[in-house]
């Protein structure tokens, strides 16, 4: 019947995302982030947060360490750090949130994906901070975050552009 061939239910492109509104997502992370700070497993450090390796790593492991003796070094030094930390698999991953991407802790948090990740603040979502143990993120990415996600917090007049003034001191609002 169709020239050519064809299929008669073919397939068709389907999106199943749901749409949240911008106030409940907004509260969502707030919600999130309070609930990590209550437990006590919301850690926020200076900016510039890095792993540091020792000074011994960078003179030889360019020349020296190849066929996958630098991965395996450091998955074995990032594990000890993680586990000396307590940030390990034993109380949870650990979620690593910095402004931008750090190469060595971004590839160390690579090597050991048991033990946790690394994110740079725009590939962080809701889910990520709930799905982890701890989350360790940068002093200035907390700030970035509270100050995206505050729509509702917002008084009406001041969204509106209009503010109304109350009553002057000293004047009964209620009661006789």
Same mark, same amino acid.
């Not at 729509?151 to 503010?163: F, H, Q, V």
């Given at each position: 019947?169709?020239?050519?061939?064809? $299929?008669? =239910?073919?397939?068709?492109?389907?999106? =199943?995302?749901? $749409?949240?509104?911008? $106030?409940?997502?907004?509260?969502?992370?707030?919600?999130?982030?309070?609930?990590?700070?209550?437990?006590?497993?919301? +850690? /926020?450090?200076?900016?510039?947060?890095?792993? &540091?390796?020792?000074? @011994?790593? @960078?003179?030889?492991?360019?020349?020296?360490?190849? @066929?996958?003796? %630098?991965?395996?070094?450091?998955? $074995?030094?990032?594990?000890?750090?993680?586990? &000396? +930390?307590?940030?390990?698999?034993?109380?949870?991953?650990?979620?690593?949130?910095?402004?931008?991407?750090? @190469?060595?802790?971004?590839?160390?948090? #690579?090597? /050991?994906?048991? #033990?946790? %990740? &690394?994110?740079? +603040?725009?590939?962080?979502?809701?889910?990520?901070?709930? #799905?982890?143990?701890? /989350?360790?993120? #940068?002093?200035?990415?907390?700030?970035?975050?509270?100050?995206?996600?505050?729509?509702? +917090?917002?008084?009406?007049?001041?969204?509106?552009?209009?503010?109304?003034?109350?009553?002057?001191?000293?004047?009964?609002?209620?009661?006789?």
């Amino acid at each position: 019947m169709l020239r050519g061939g064809g $299929k008669t =239910f073919g397939p068709h492109p389907r999106d =199943f995302a749901t $749409k949240l509104n911008r $106030k409940v997502y907004d509260r969502a992370w707030r919600t999130a982030l309070s609930y990590r700070w209550r437990r006590g497993e919301l +850690l /926020v450090c200076e900016d510039g947060m890095d792993l &540091a390796l020792p000074r @011994d790593f @960078d003179l030889v492991a360019d020349r020296h360490l190849k @066929d996958g003796l %630098r991965e395996a070094y450091l998955h $074995k030094y990032t594990t000890g750090l993680m586990h &000396a +930390l307590g940030l390990g698999r034993a109380s949870g991953r650990t979620l690593f949130v910095t402004t931008d991407r750090r @190469d060595r802790l971004f590839e160390a948090m #690579e090597q /050991v994906p048991r #033990e946790g %990740r &690394a994110l740079d +603040l725009a590939d962080v979502d809701v889910k990520d901070l709930l #799905e982890t143990g701890r /989350v360790v993120m #940068e002093r200035s990415v907390l700030r970035d975050m509270i100050l995206q996600h505050q729509s509702d +917090l917002c008084p009406r007049g001041l969204a509106e552009g209009l503010t109304l003034p109350g009553p002057s001191l000293g004047t009964k609002v209620l009661g006789s």
